[in-house]
């Protein structure tokens, strides 16, 4: 955490002292590092120990920090909000780690089952390969090009390109998802300042947060996710812009069918249609150049915020206008959309 | 606090519910199961009850079955789990039938389908059909890449082949064939929102098409939306169908010879399709005489209107 906000006070044009409020995303620090309040120990990384809270909502609880700050903004309840995601996933077992996640899903409903998360997005992959056609074959060029694009980002746990017919060779967690299909457990803190008083070349230009039912047995379709859908409509509105002039986009490809499941709600791809994007790459448009959830790494609540700096600096350097970061908790029941805008 | 009186109360009333015959919608196999799970491969699907409910449970898979989507399941009570105390937890788990699977397609509606060779009076038909019944019915426009031909009623839509490239790329095309013919390079399809416009006009979407559109149609909404009806020329023998087709190509004279004769060649395909593809047929009627088959039409389409 401590890292995290030096470097974003560093890039920033107030000071320390400024920051008149903190929110702290974080999903797992109790259950799994014995540490709730983190609130209070994050603001008290700062010399003055400005009023703190923390947002949980699962993957989301990054993007949920964001939309809380907003409000906070645009009530004037506070004028500069740091927003610090983080987690630390890596001192725990795997099998804490993953009763951790599932608490994500519905307690009564689909854990009892024995379900894990990867076995979630398993009957996901399942029912949209049986619906449109998908191939495993089709579904390796996801996560090989995400891999592909964390080479370039030196902020990314795994900097290594990986073929795609490894991807499916590589051992079966949920089938038909493989390890390599899964995004990882990583250690991560991610910082950014908003504020209404400083200003800065990029704008937050629409956060827009939607629901969905928790569990996947209380939703009409598992192929699509209502809440992506609404977001979505919801951020162009707020944004006031259309699809098309966006430039980057960083999805939620928490597994590799996430990704493909976003773009289609999103409406960049007709259903059943999303792999096109990746069989062909869009020269206007740039997807998970970090190298996602899946090759960057999934340190859960840090997430959110990870993502939103990631457009930011894929902003400042292609000096497009629009970009997107989509971020979800769960298996989509939560949904927040960033628009940032470059103003330069 | 998980043993409170109404935790208790619901998740009795939730096995009570649980207890029902389902169908597979999803299936996974979880290699690594939770603590407190057995270690081995844990197969869970999402079911379909039988009282249009979802849910999640655990599979049990016989030996001899491969798990599929649109499996049958029964309930069972199963061993689920031994917590840390050594309680046993006993939860309701679903097994595999040896049935044949069943479509798990969102159902929309229903469609009437007529699959004939052409010259049998699909078209001649499905415009009695929508003068009868007229409040219930209404066609599907075809779209094609063929010119425009005198004598060709309004049920075609013509766009150009990149129209149609671009259309099918984008998965707004839900059945598409191209007819084999000498002359040209002809694609016909049908678009999912003319059917889906139909649908919210509360009437019955009635689909003129040959065997590829047919199988297309039935892949996408799904067979069980299909009313399939297949029309044949009357006589007993494929000679005999083939002659009657030919009779009536010849007679209508919308086509040169050379399209009669292409047309004629992809009707002994049709006609073999019929026997071969049996099940994508619900009835398959001989066009002998043109009162009786509409008849026979409309009494089925009051029977879906009704349903």
């Given amino acids: 955490m401590d890292e995290s906000i030096e470097a974003a006070l560093k890039n920033a044009p107030c000071s320390a002292l400024d920051i008149d409020y903190v929110i702290v995303a974080n999903m797992l620090a109790e259950r799994v590092n014995g540490q709730a309040q983190l609130g209070a120990l994050a603001a008290s990384l700062l010399p003055h120990h400005p009023p703190a809270l923390r947002a949980e909502a699962a993957c989301a609880s990054g993007s949920v920090a964001l939309h809380t700050a907003c409000a906070l903004l645009e009530s004037g309840r506070a004028e500069t909000v740091l927003v610090i995601g983080v987690e630390k996933m890596t001192d725990a077992s795997t099998e804490a780690i993953s009763a951790g996640l599932m608490a994500a899903s519905d307690a009564e409903k689909e854990a009892p089952t024995g379900l894990t998360f990867p076995g979630i997005f398993g009957l996901i992959t399942n029912r949209y390969m049986h619906e449109y056609g998908l191939t495993r074959d089709e579904l390796n060029l996801v996560s090989a090009m995400h891999h592909k694009n964390a080479v370039e980002n030196p902020f990314a746990q795994f900097r290594t390109a990986i073929p795609a017919e490894k991807i499916s060779k590589s051992p079966l967690v949920a089938d038909p998802l493989c390890l390599l299909d899964c995004s990882p457990i990583s250690d991560g803190a991610a910082a950014c300042i908003l504020s209404t008083k400083f200003e800065s070349p990029i704008k937050l230009a629409a956060s827009a947060l939607t629901t969905d039912a928790l569990s996947l047995t209380d939703r009409a379709t598992i192929t699509s996710f209502s809440a992506t859908k609404d977001a979505m409509e919801r951020a162009l509105a707020e944004a006031e812009i259309t699809r098309d002039m966006i430039s980057h986009i960083e999805l939620h490809d928490c597994f590799s069918t996430a990704a493909l499941i976003a773009l289609e709600d999103m409406g960049y791809a007709t259903p059943g249609h999303g792999i096109s994007l990746y069989k062909e790459e869009n020269p206007n448009r740039t997807l998970n150049k970090s190298g996602g959830l899946k090759a960057c790494g999934h340190p859960v609540a840090a997430t959110g915020v990870k993502q939103v700096l990631d457009i930011a600096k894929q902003l400042t350097a292609s000096k497009k206008q629009y970009g997107l970061a989509h971020n979800f908790g769960g298996a989509g029941a939560t949904c927040c959309i960033t628009v940032l805008e470059n103003t330069l | ?307």
């Fill in chain 2, 1 to 307: 606090m998980t043993n409170t009186p109404s935790i208790t109360a619901r998740a009795q009333k939730s096995r009570v519910h649980k207890t029902q015959d389902g169908v597979i919608l999803s299936f996974t196999t979880v290699r690594h199961p939770p603590e407190g799970f057995s270690p081995a491969p844990r197969a869970i699907g999402l079911i379909e009850l039988q009282d249009g409910s979802k849910v999640m449970g655990s599979l049990i898979v016989p030996s001899e079955l491969t798990l599929a989507i649109g499996m049958r399941v029964k309930p069972r009570m199963r061993l689920e789990r031994i917590n840390a105390e050594g309680l046993r937890i006993y939860d309701i788990g679903y097994e595999l039938l040896a049935e044949k699977p069943v479509s798990t397609e969102k159902f929309n509606g229903y469609i009437l389908a007529l699959t004939g060779p052409s010259g049998v009076g699909k078209s001649t038909i499905s415009k009695l059909l929508a003068h009868k019944v007229s409040d219930y019915v209404e066609k599907v426009p075809i779209l094609t890449t063929r010119a425009a031909k005198e004598g060709d009623g309004d049920e075609y839509l013509y766009i150009s082949q990149e129209e149609f490239s671009a259309l099918k790329k984008k998965g707004e095309i839900v059945a598409a064939t191209q007819i084999p013919s000498k002359t040209e390079k002809r694609w016909y399809g049908y678009r999912s929102k003319d059917i889906e416009a139909i649908w919210q006009h509360g009437k019955l979407p009635v689909v003129i098409t040959e065997m590829h559109l047919l199988q297309g149609l039935s892949e996408h909404f799904g067979r069980r939306s299909i009313l399939s009806c297949g029309l044949l020329p009357p006589g007993k023998s494929k000679r005999a169908r083939l002659s009657a087709l030919l009779h009536r190509l010849r007679t209508r004279g919308r086509d040169t010879e050379e399209h009669i004769k292409d047309r004629i060649k992809n009707a002994e395909a049709d006609l073999d399709f019929f026997r071969e593809r049996k099940e994508l047929f619900d009835h398959l009627i001989v066009n002998e005489d043109l009162e009786t088959v509409t008849t026979t039409l409309s009494g089925h389409v009051l029977e879906l209107v009704k349903a």
